[in-house]
């Protein structure tokens, strides 16, 4: 039986911060940030994000 392994890297991090900011959740996102720079540290896109990441909650947003 084969099982499939999956590890836990800064790119996904990344990538998750990524989709919780189109989402409009900039405290999901910053956390995802942070996660990254732990498993990575000094990652550019990371940091970057973090720069860009605004601190506090998120804006209401309606979803029909």
Same mark, same amino acid.
């Given at each position: 039986?084969?099982?499939?392994?999956?590890?836990?890297?800064?790119?996904?991090? $990344?990538?998750l +911060?990524r $989709?919780?900011?189109?989402?409009?959740q900039? +405290?999901? %996102?910053?956390?995802?940030?942070?996660? %990254?720079?732990?498993?990575?540290?000094?990652?550019?896109? %990371?940091?970057?994000?973090?720069?860009?990441?605004? $601190?506090g909650? %998120?804006?209401?947003?309606?979803?029909?």
């Open positions: 039986q084969t099982s499939l392994k999956l590890k836990e890297t800064a790119a996904a991090h $990344v990538a +911060a $989709v919780y900011l189109s989402l409009n900039p +405290a999901l %996102a910053r956390t995802e940030g942070h996660a %990254a720079l732990t498993l990575e540290p000094g990652n550019h896109e %990371a940091e970057q994000l973090l720069q860009q990441t605004p $601190v909650p %998120a804006t209401s947003r309606k979803i029909p």
